[in-house]
């Protein structure tokens, strides 16, 4: 089964975290001020795997497709 990282905009507090850590998988949409999955395919799991750890509200996750 293949997965897909996903960010739970109700949850995410837009300290951008991941996108400093993982720009080529997440950015920051201005107009919400919350972050934004940018390749729901996903990149370096290593990379995202990072950010997860690393957001402080644990918004991210994977999801199965």
């Known amino acids: ?4 990282v996903v960010i739970d905009s109700d949850e995410c507090v837009g ?3 991941c996108v400093e850590l ?3 998988v997440f950015s920051f949409d201005d107009a ?4 934004m999955v940018a390749r729901p ?6 990379c995202i795997e990072e950010a ?3 957001c402080p ?5 994977w ?3």
């Open 1 to 4: 089964m293949a997965k897909r």
């Open 15 to 17: 300290c951008q975290t």
């Open 22 to 24: 993982c720009p080529d």
């Open 32 to 35: 919400s001020e919350k972050a």
């Open 41 to 46: 395919d996903g990149g370096p799991e290593d």
């Open 52 to 54: 997860m750890s690393s």
């Open 57 to 61: 509200v644990e918004c991210i996750t």
């Open 63 to 65: 999801e199965e497709d």
